[in-house]
């Protein structure tokens, strides 16, 4: 099946920096990505869609403007999480639907943000 | 909204012995149900998929059957094997399936 990877696969950092994670579909092309957030035990929480070229639309709840996603290319999106706090730790997930197919998302492996 | 209850885990169950973890929803209009696992240290992996009422989805050995009228796609297989241990997610697509709401997963242990 398609691959996506993420990186890193997990990251601590202190609180007020800023943190990219990477999300990459590795043998297809992205036409969308999805980026989810896991809490320990509960269910992954969808945070925002990309499409390729354009905006990312973002849940609602989801402070778009501390969670920056860019969507540059068909194989690469970013998760940039500013001014880091605590309570931005968690698992994040990223998934990808390759064009023309829109009932299976592949998943990338997660990355862990710890902050301090 | 929509949602997706599932039964809480962790499971833990000897190698053989019969599986059933538990998954009903709530939604509007009619989605799609899937099953996804993800095995240690991966992503997640569509494991099965039903796309209408009374569809059953099969894989390795796993299957699950689309209830409309009791709203649940509970996750079966009858004879279970030490590589079947990973975390098992329920799932509903709607919008076109792009958009999905996740069970909390069930961490299932299998023991030889």
């Known amino acids: 099946g398609a691959v996506v990877s993420q990186h890193p696969s997990w990251v601590i950092c202190k609180s007020g920096t800023s943190v990219k994670i990477e999300c990459r579909s590795l043998d297809f092309q992205a036409t969308t990505m999805f980026w989810y957030r896991q809490f320990p035990k509960q269910s992954l929480m969808l945070m925002a869609t990309s499409n390729e070229g354009s905006k990312a639309t973002y849940e609602q709840g989801v402070e778009k403007d501390k969670f920056l996603i860019n969507h540059a290319s068909l194989t690469l999106s970013t998760l940039t999480v500013t001014s880091a706090h605590p309570e931005d730790s968690s698992f994040y997930i990223c998934?990808?639907?390759?064009?023309?197919?829109?009932?299976?998302?592949?998943f990338g492996p997660g990355t862990r943000l710890t902050v301090l | 909204g929509d949602s997706v209850t599932q039964m809480e885990g962790p499971v833990t169950l000897s190698e053989e012995a019969c599986l059933t973890i538990n998954c009903t929803y709530t939604a509007t209009g009619y989605p799609s149900l899937f099953w996804y696992v993800q095995y240690p240290g991966e992503g997640l992996q569509l494991l099965l998929k039903a796309t209408k009422a009374d569809d059953k989805g099969s894989n390795k050995g796993f299957e699950a059957t689309y209830r409309k009228e009791t709203t649940s796609f509970h996750l079966e297989k009858g004879s279970v094997q030490v590589s079947d241990s990973a975390v098992y997610f329920c799932?509903?697509?709607?919008?076109?399936?792009?958009?999905?709401?996740f069970g909390t997963g069930t961490r299932l242990t299998i023991i030889p």
């Open positions: 998934s990808g639907i390759a064009g023309g197919s829109t009932d299976t998302q592949y």
């Open positions: 799932a509903l697509g709607s919008f076109g399936n792009e958009k999905l709401t």
